[in-house]
């Protein structure tokens, strides 16, 4: 059962190449499933958060925390009777675009592109789902419904301001309305984010034994969380103990989206979806009070964890084999794989179009094959703590197989 103010497949505002529709399957399924088939998707796997993809098999990567996202919002859109498709959709497509290195190589590729119109992550995912993931006949990207494009456009909020050219390119094709909110389902998807990065943050950043278990348990809301599972299971284990504990910290986190939601719906009451696009602030939040306490949480692990001197010291080193990829194929695109020099050859020495293909073909790389192919190209060994190993030794196939 979905509430009048759910997207619904069967008034989707289509896609911007007409389809048949399946029999068994809504759109928004489809576009689900294909996000799930995207090569872009299954890259995630050797993209990092914050640790490198290869220093340890426990830590998060992009690919783990999406669908950490995806469960979380797919039981709060159940909860709020959104269309679960669309969410999931949205919530699977969100880290698409991101670079190898996590922000850090963000944060890399955006002084790189700041002659070129910049870089964002977010842009970048609608650039790979509407251009660069090339494998059907009649058109470029996975053509997915204005809907989930809507999503991953702004389910952060409106877009207004400069507007980055990825994104700029593709909304003078196909109208998503950048100055209004999104769906519910798309906001949803927006803060199962936060919940889930939140959350597996302080597991990883006690696993890297950044900081302790008793540190955590002085923090807001987690003080409560340890408290009660004192109560209940006195002299637990120790790695139990603090799991009992992030369990309940996570389902703190979604109880107060859910009751915090409903209530701000109820007040609107809204009848459809665009009520929820044209309400003019976000309908899907925290309270007051956990926001607050989550500020405190984030400032804990921006001391503790991303700023710690050991992971400092690897945004240094990963930092470098960004900066020094970048101009490597900006002055010699023939080293760029096959595929990609047709692009080059097509764009006839624009330079601006130039740093845009080197741009998309870089923040496609994993985390191993781009040191692995910094390393061929320079000649250099890599530095201590960046030497990958594994798959990320084979040759591009053709321009889906890494980059």
């Not at 399946?22 to 796997?45: E, G, M, T, V, Y």
């Not at 990883?204 to 923090?219: C, K, M, P, Q, Y």
Request: charged content about 30%; hydrophobic content about 40%.
């Amino acid at each position: 059962m979905r509430a009048p103010y759910a997207s619904d497949p069967l008034r989707s505002r289509g896609r911007l190449h007409p389809e048949e529709e399946s029999a068994f399957r809504s759109c928004f399924q489809r576009d689900r499933d294909r996000i799930i088939h995207a090569s872009a998707f299954r890259r995630l796997k050797h993209k990092t958060q914050v640790f490198i993809e290869h220093e340890g098999d426990y830590f998060r990567t992009r690919l783990t925390h999406s669908i950490e996202v995806g469960q979380v919002a797919r039981t709060i859109a159940g909860a709020l009777e959104l269309n679960q498709e669309l969410t999931e959709a949205v919530a699977l497509a969100h880290d698409l675009g991101h670079t190898p290195f996590g922000h850090t190589g963000e944060d890399a590729m955006h002084e790189l592109m700041a002659p070129y119109g910049g870089f964002d992550h977010n842009a970048q995912a609608i650039r790979i789902v509407t251009n660069l993931e090339r494998t059907y006949a009649e058109w470029d990207g996975l053509n997915l419904t204005w809907e989930t494009l809507e999503g991953i456009a702004k389910h952060n909020g409106p877009v207004t301001g400069q507007i980055p050219y990825a994104l700029a390119d593709y909304n003078r094709l196909h109208d998503l309305e950048l100055s209004t909110h999104a769906s519910a389902e798309a906001q949803v998807a927006a803060l199962s984010d936060d919940i889930a990065y939140n959350n597996h943050d302080l597991h990883d950043g006690l696993r890297a034994e950044l900081f302790s278990t008793d540190e955590l348990a002085e923090l807001p809301i987690l003080k409560g969380c340890f408290a009660e599972v004192d109560r209940l299971y006195p002299g637990l284990n120790y790695y139990r103990r603090r799991h009992e504990a992030l369990r309940r910290f996570f389902g703190v986190l979604v109880g107060d989206v859910i009751d915090v939601s409903r209530a701000n719906i109820a007040a609107l009451k809204p009848e459809r979806v665009e009520d929820i696009r044209d309400a003019g602030r976000m309908m899907v939040r925290f309270s007051p009070d956990i926001w607050s306490d989550l500020k405190v949480i984030r400032q804990f692990l921006f001391q503790r964890m991303y700023r710690a001197p050991e992971v400092v010291e690897m945004r240094k080193k990963v930092t470098r084999i960004v900066l020094e990829l970048f101009p490597l194929f900006m002055e010699s695109p023939e080293l760029l794989p096959k595929q990609w020099r047709k692009d080059v050859e097509e764009i006839e020495g624009d330079k601006l179009k130039l740093a845009r293909i080197v741009s998309d073909y870089i923040s496609g790389m994993t985390d191993r094959f781009a040191i692995v192919e910094h390393a061929r190209l320079t000649g250099a060994d890599p530095e201590p703590g960046l030497r990958a190993s594994g798959p990320g030794h084979i040759r591009y196939a053709d321009r889906i197989s890494e980059g």
